[in-house]
């Protein structure tokens, strides 16, 4: 008998959540408990970036977000209280999202919205539920869940996800090991209501010789989250408030704080779990990997990690691929997980570290270069492809096989849009494999997708296309999660039938015509710039 609950998720953090929201599309029977009697009212994580933004779009989801965030329009840094720069982020996507920017999207709004969505599905957040203990088993596993008044419930299923931050009790209870460090300084975020010249509705950064300040702005009248550092007089206490801040760098950027909705500390931590999965347990986000804040990263990272498990997972439950299909779960996201610790570590060392070479660094050569730099406007699409995580991708794993044009299979699928607004993004929303074809599909790739059960999609070839980096006539195998995981421009029947049969995979039995242009279609059409 297969049991009750198909997939455990112990977390209702983003990652749990989205995780929840993914397999709830795709009809898996699920439950989602967390120890908390709530959901979190303060959060560090504030952006949302274009990759996120268009998994959310697969879900109808991205159109409220944007509505409900803010654009990031534009960043100035400040360096000893005096203006050394403006960066305008306007344009850094154009052509490559559609969602060409980054957006100021706080967590604990960005929660609420998730858990409405999840309820419209009919799942709730068990609240007050505590993982105790897990066993795996052959062909599912049983894990002790600690109830509101104490007593204890066995829940069998076949797969349970680690969804539960960074100090996981899945993670302690299989023993895998959290190597990494901890940050000295103590860390602040704060909510507040204030008035000045960098509450300008942009991103603020100010640095200072052994300090800095982050002012991103939210909606509402003069309202901004307030990243920072401790006095180190301070940093030993418990009971510390905002009258416990470096106060430096506030009262050099002439900032009045108005009100303090809410404050709360932090370390900040840089760490990558040994392991992703053990069996049939799973870890994610916060439990799997913790970095510094540098580039807002973490958020975004443990929803990529939610959306690359949660199809994996479908599939395999409804016997639409072997199980080996899960083994690339880990070797997918821990190549990545590591990359970015070792990524923001470096960043977030040079902007902290209080060294003459360092605070010269920063004090007087970033100053003259980054604004320089960022005039380029190459350099800002660089910069947008690593920070909007569109340019993550999996040409090392299992699943990719193939090249054709500049696209390799393990790229995410590149962002087509024609001159009349229609996209190859919208297509995706099916949530399943599907065949893409730019130009003219072939009879044997008609022939071949036929017999496969794949719904074959065809696009009519154009600049955009070429500019992209596609091949013409050529076959592009999209997986659900939008990445390519098979190219081939020659052969197709065979390569396709072939990877087929390695992974098991059966594909949904009825053609599906591509969608027209839909002007009501959550998310911006074209690249809008800001």
Not at 9 to 29: D, E, N, Q
Not at 224 to 249: C, N, P, Q, W, Y
Not at 393 to 402: E, I, K, P, Q, V
Request: aromatic letters at 8%; a neutral charge.
């Amino acid at each position: 008998m297969k049991p009750e609950t198909e997939v455990l998720i112990v977390g209702a953090g983003p990652t749990g959540l989205v995780l929840a929201l993914w397999l709830s599309h795709l009809g898996v029977k699920l439950r989602i408990v967390d120890k908390a009697a709530e959901p979190g009212t303060t959060s560090r994580a504030l952006a949302v970036h274009a990759r996120i933004l268009e998994s959310y779009d697969q879900l109808d989801l991205a159109g409220e977000i944007v509505d409900r965030g803010l654009k990031m329009a534009a960043a100035n840094l400040w360096v000893a209280g005096a203006n050394k720069g403006r960066v305008v982020f306007g344009d850094m996507g154009q052509g490559i999202s559609p969602f060409p920017y980054a957006l100021i999207f706080p967590q604990d709004e960005h929660e609420r919205l998730l858990i409405d969505r999840l309820a419209e599905l009919g799942v709730a957040v068990e609240r007050t539920t505590e993982f105790v203990s897990c066993e795996n088993k052959d062909d599912r596993l049983a894990a002790r869940l600690r109830r509101p008044d104490g007593s204890e419930e066995t829940v069998e299923a076949a797969f349970l996800a680690g969804c539960d931050g960074a100090h996981s009790g899945v993670r302690e209870a299989l023993s895998i090991g959290f190597a990494g460090g901890t940050y000295a300084h103590v860390f602040y975020v704060a909510d507040v209501e204030a008035s000045g010249r960098a509450m300008n509705g942009e991103l603020n950064v100010a640095l200072d010789e052994a300090e800095f300040l982050a002012i991103f702005p939210l909606q509402g009248n003069r309202r901004a989250r307030f990243i920072g550092t401790v006095k180190h007089e301070a940093e030993a206490r418990r009971d510390l408030t905002f009258d416990d801040v470096s106060a430096r760098l506030i009262n050099r950027l002439d900032i009045k704080v108005a009100r303090v909705n809410w404050f709360s500390t932090y370390h900040v931590h840089h760490r990558v779990a040994e392991s992703f999965r053990n069996g049939r347990i799973f870890l994610l986000g916060d439990a799997a990997h913790i970095h510094s804040p540098v580039g807002g990263q973490g958020m975004n990272t443990g929803i990529g990690d939610a959306v690359n498990l949660a199809w994996k997972l479908a599939a395999v439950l409804r016997a639409r691929a072997g199980s080996q299909l899960l083994d690339s779960y880990q070797p997918e996201r821990i190549a990545f997980a590591r990359r970015l610790v070792a990524t923001t570590d470096r960043a977030f060392q040079f902007i902290n570290n209080d060294g003459p070479l360092a605070r010269m660094v920063r004090m007087r050569l970033v100053p003259l270069l980054l604004p320089a730099i960022f005039g380029f406007r190459k350099t800002r699409q660089l910069m947008f492809l690593t920070l909007s995580q569109t340019n993550v991708n999996y040409r090392d794993s299992a699943l990719a096989t193939g090249l054709a044009g500049r696209v390799r299979a393990g790229d995410r699928l590149p962002w087509v849009c024609q001159e009349d607004g229609a996209d190859n993004f919208a297509s995706l929303r099916s949530l399943d494999w599907q065949a893409h074809v730019y130009g003219t599909a072939s009879i044997a790739i008609e022939q071949v997708c036929t017999q496969a059960k794949l719904s074959l999609r065809r696009f009519p070839w154009s600049q955009a296309a070429r500019k992209a980096g596609i091949a013409r006539d050529a076959f592009y195998l999209v997986r659900p999660d939008a990445y390519v995981g098979l190219a081939a421009a020659d052969d197709v029947a065979d390569k396709l039938l072939a990877y087929q049969a390695r992974l098991g995979l059966v594909f949904a039995d009825a053609e599906q015509s591509p969608p027209e242009a839909d002007p009501t279609r959550s998310g911006p059409r074209w690249p809008e710039k800001i």
